[in-house]
């Protein structure tokens, strides 16, 4: 089993975020560890391989509560997987030696930081609670407490009055050898403090063609430093590949616990109740905290098949329907290799629409 944890506590919200949050200046620590514990119950028994914690900001609760919670999820009733990968993700303000060490201590040992950007001005336009050089003394802090496999989340395609240098930015994360790194486009969402802005002309939307070089460039100056786009916003070292998101990319079964969180076994997604106080209310009063569900049908299931697949290095195995290919490899998009269809690069930058081409290709051959 993969299993997601869900942790939505936030001390502020960033201007780019639409994520089920809810921001606190007291975090409800043992109301939180109680209700999630209770959903808990009901997952079974079965092995967990992986377990990420998400968010909003994880690194929020105390140690002792990760720590508490790690111990009911993997109890003994659980088969211990052999190499279980505990993920966390965390706020560079969050990770001092101390609470390193507790996490490690607890079972962490994969730490995602939300870095997004070297530049200080562009962090306060963002809303982030850090500045550039506690990232640095972060990973320092982690390594310094045995955890090695840390990735970092950078975000590009920011609007050109910001004069953000992303080239340094690209070399700047390198120079903190992280194991992995997370690549994440801006993207307008409604409602936020950015589409806001937007809306009143303080700032522009990315530009589709900034969108599209900084994304090539940082697949050229991370392949030259040894890292491998395994997915189309992720790169690793040989051997640091994310397996908790890999499962979903792969199509595996998962559970999510906490608020909007996603569950899936195979035919049907459901996912929880958005906001904190209502999955809290409805755990406390003993109702079930799904706020719906879906069971994809047999097309519905394919085209996620396709999609997921051609997100990744792996790609697509070229057996019927998808024998007689559309005309995308003279475009330079995908490649076919050992009988699979990879897109390359500029393949991922339009994989909404090659996926379309695709599908509505393969149903004209049939």
């Known amino acids: ?40 119950g009901n997952i079974g028994e079965a092995e967990l391989e992986t377990i990420y914690f998400g968010g909003g900001t994880p690194s929020l609760l105390p140690a002792e509560a990760i720590s508490t919670l790690l111990h009911e999820l993997t109890s003994p009733r659980r088969t211990p997987h052999p190499a279980r990968e505990v993920t966390l993700e965390a706020n560079p303000e969050d990770v001092t030696p101390n609470n390193a060490k507790a996490w490690r201590s607890a079972g962490v040992n994969r730490v995602s930081l939300g870095a997004q950007s ?72 409604p409602r936020t403090p950015l589409d806001r802005w937007i809306s009143r002309g303080a700032t522009h939307a ?83 905290p799904v706020e719906s569900e879906e069971r994809l049908t047999e097309e519905q299931r394919e085209l996620e098949r396709v999609y997921l697949a051609l997100r990744t290095d792996e790609g697509l195995s070229i057996t019927a329907p998808y024998r007689h290919l559309p005309p995308l490899m003279s475009q330079g998009w995908v490649v076919e290799h050992n009988g699979r269809l990879r897109c390359t690069p500029e393949g991922w930058l339009r994989l909404d629409s090659l996926v379309s081409e695709l599908t509505m290709h393969t149903e004209s051959q049939q």
Not at 11 to 37: G, H, M, N, T, W
Not at 243 to 251: C, E, I, R
Not at 276 to 281: F, G, L, M, Q, S
């Open 1 to 40: 089993m993969h299993l997601y944890v869900h942790v939505p506590f936030c001390q502020r919200r960033c201007s780019y975020c639409d994520f089920s949050i809810a921001v606190r200046k007291r975090i409800p620590v043992r109301e939180y560890v109680d209700v999630l514990l209770k959903e808990a």
């Open 118 to 189: 070297f530049d200080d001005n562009v962090l306060k336009w963002m809303h982030r609670s850090h500045d550039a050089a506690r990232i640095g003394a972060a990973v320092h802090a982690l390594r310094g407490a045995g955890i090695e496999n840390i990735s970092l989340d950078l975000i590009f395609a920011l609007p050109d009055e910001l004069q953000r240098d992303w080239e340094r930015d690209l070399d700047m994360a390198l120079a903190l050898r992280p194991t992995h790194l997370s690549l994440y486009g801006l993207t307008i969402e």
């Open 206 to 288: 990315p530009d589709e063609e900034r969108y599209a070089e900084e994304y090539l460039l940082a697949h050229r100056r991370l392949s030259a430093a040894g890292f491998v786009f395994y997915e189309v916003s992720n790169a690793a070292r040989d051997g640091f590949r994310s397996q908790h998101n890999s499962a979903y990319w792969s199509g595996k079964a998962y559970v999510g616990l906490g608020p909007a969180a996603h569950s899936f076994d195979g035919t049907t997604r459901r996912w929880n109740l958005r906001a904190w106080e209502a999955y809290r209310r409805a755990i406390a009063a003993g109702q079930s």
